[in-house]
């Protein structure tokens, strides 16, 4: 049953006209801001209901929606003080009921934090979202309409659990974007009640409200104002705005409802669509001069004598984190800066400073500006705030391009198919060019959020480079997206020159995994070690050293020989401890065995860690171990929190949640369990290089022969390594560097020491290994079929702005990218590649791929090498390594011949 309407439709008109009166006296006596668009929001998105009724969705059509696909699904229910009521029979005892138990929903990977801000000021992170509980109906209920409930077919409740919501960009990008995209694409989305779950009962940021209401013609609540019970009567006392419900009043009970706790596997991300849809319903809070610029389209304003004004403004941020120390500077130069593009276009900036503090603040930002620049971090989310065909320039200080977020947003804007923002980056890496927050100069917070904080010195020479690439880019998203594919859309700036950052990803869905990013000596150790005809080098591996050689530990020198179908005989042993009632925080290297390490200690390990993904559609569970062919396998399978989630995407377990983890449990043996090994000298080789490469540069490294003796040496370095100043040497945190270090057989083995998976790939065999396990896995009966495998790998995980590692990365000679060089302070284009680049090969080498080209000309010659130098340990090692080369030489290019 649905409550009937009212029978006198000239008194909602008088109501209407009551409230337009009140809130046009609202806007007159009250300043423009943040703080009160979540009563003003209504304004402009909830006339709706004067215009048309909405026709209430059907059962199947709620059921055939991608909510359903992505969120749980509950019927028939009621909600009542934080509690879901159930009224399917199923629910009720057996036998005249089906017996089963009610579901509890909680938050999954990181869907369930929030922060708790004291009233003394102090904060607390991580305080986990309410769970839901469920029970049956009863025939005791406290409420009418508890007892005899009238469920609505004409609201449907979304309760999400949000991603950071005390973030805006965060808010914004990661939960608002995507619902924008779900609603729209929902033909009953007039019907749909937007819920957002907290913890303890507690508000939401006022950012979350004004984002979110625009989406819905219904009132955005809080689950505790939800599910509060209402009093006799209360449900018709509805304060003005938005409807609470389709019914327009309060309502309790509903046909369908969604609990959505991990987000949604998105098949478009419309972050600039969204962003123009909120600019639009809030215009009218915006200064008349910007209310005029309809936002259809960038339109720069004209100089005197007819050339065009590029609007540029240069973001302040609060506080004194993140600063840009030469502000004055750079408006100084940049309101001088003048540029003929190539089509004959004369140009000059006008540039001034703003501080976005609020909602409003940043659109009128955005909204006025042709260039956006400010340093990484939330604020940036404004960039979807802008006109079509303005332009975004993120300034990263040195150190941050060590860390994953680094590139996440000029990434995700190249997800959105519709994006008319063009978005470049200038990032860091002169080490004389930051200075230290006052958090990270006391050695003070989070290690790895230091980089991200630090106030820098931006050259205007690099910013003088991006504004001449936007200059000749103008509206063009076509050619926008061909720099993009070339890799002239972000740069390094260098000490003495700026380059471009070169081919990173693929725009889109499409990704190209033509492209290797591994680096050189390392990938060339690790491409075909032990597998050419030769003297066994296993044998030679395995050779006792002598007495005078140090002894590294067990699992550098074992090799995993086991490959290909195995016999499972339980679940891996983390998961077996935390069955048992073991914590997590308890087995992940817990502080009582740090400061046995760091005492001089050679404690193991608490508990043989390993990260688990799993698939519940698929019945797959991925062990994950570090440093094995991760990234590479996620390129295929990906990540349900990407972007690009495929429907087959993989979901992080959390080992805080019971649930999650009661549920792999359950589901060990009837689901296929998976991994990849690698072979333990290349994971080793690999270990050391990656996880060297977050220790500071003006710190004294962790030498070969200490990590083979004890891995796990990386992380004791970074907690008690401090420079000369006090501050820590490492970038990353020491439980990053111990679960990194960490032996592979932990993601293969039960607790008793036996295969825990079904299947084990090779990392040396990667592409046909995993052909091999798709079509075993399409092979099972009763489960959807996963899609041919397509050629291909990339590495995502080395530093762009470490020299080190630009030295390292492999470039294929047939795709030299222009290099933008500083002179006397003026940039340039050269043409081709850094003057420390390889002599290209002959004619005929040149046409072979550059991973052919090396295993053909050079990884056997140079094993070899390797190998021998190792059973010899000579004095001095590279000498010894040239010298060899050259002898052998000869020999190896009569065997090629």
Known sequence: MVAPRSSYPWLNLMAWALLTTILLFAYLVRDSGLCYIKERAVTANHTWRQSHTAECPTQQEVEASPWAQNCYLVKQVCVDRGMLVLYDDRYQPAPVGGGETPPQFAAENNYGQFIYQFKNGETKYGLPLDTIRSRAASSDEGTEYLRSPVFSSCTVPIVWYPFWMTNFGHFLRDNCAKLYGFIQDTKWRDAIKLVQMTAEGLAIPDFNYALLQPMTSLSVETWADFTSRLLPGASSLVQPGAPPSAEGH?????????????????????????????????????????????????????????????????????????????????????????????????????????????????????????????????????????????????????????????????LFNAQDNETQVMWWVLMGCDPTAWRASPEEAAGLGVEASWAKNRNMFLRWEALETALRQVAETRNDMEQYWQLWDKGEWWWHINRSNITFGGHHRSRGRQRSYTGLALMLLAGIVLMRSFKWPRPSPVTTSRQQPSPAQHHPAPHVLTATLMHGQVRKHGPLGILSMLGAGRTWQELRYPPAWRQSRIAGGMARQPAPWCSMMFNDKYKIIYVKCPKAAGTSLLQYFTDCKAPNASQYCLRMASYGNATNVQHLLSAWDDYYVFGFSRNVLQRAISQYQYLSTFIRKDCPGVAWDQFCQDPYVLGDYCIRQRDVDGHRCCTQSPEHQYQHASPQVNCLLTREGKTAVDWVGRVEQFSSDLSELVAILNARPGVPSLPTVQPGKANYNASPCDAHHRKLRWHDAASAEPVASVQQGTPELAQGRPADAAVSPPAAEQRLPVRTYLEQNVVPILMQAMMELNRKRPADPIDFLCTYLQQHKTQRISDKN
């Not at 593009?341 to 900036?349: E, M, S, V």
């Open 250 to 410: 309060h309502h309790r009970c509903f046909e369908s409802m969604f609990v959505c706790t991990h987000g949604l596997n998105i098949t478009r991300w419309p972050l600039h669509a969204f962003g123009r849809h909120v600019v639009e319903a809030y215009r009218h809070l915006l200064p008349p001069e910007i209310q005029k610029l309809d936002g259809s389209s960038r339109s720069s304003g004209s100089n005197d004598d007819g050339g065009a004004v590029l609007n540029v403004v240069i973001q302040k941020r609060p506080g004194d984190t993140r600063q840009l120390l030469n502000m004055e500077e750079l408006l100084s130069r940049c309101n001088g800066w003048q540029h003929r593009t190539r089509a004959g276009l004369q140009l000059r900036a006008k540039c001034w400073e703003a501080e976005v503090v609020d909602l409003v603040s940043g659109m009128a930002a955005a909204q006025v500006a042709d260039v956006f620049v400010g340093t990484h971090g939330a604020n940036l989310a404004n960039g979807w705030l802008m006109r079509p065909g303005a332009s975004m320039i993120e300034v990263q200080p040195y150190g941050f391009d060590a860390h994953v977020p680094h590139l996440q947003d000029p």
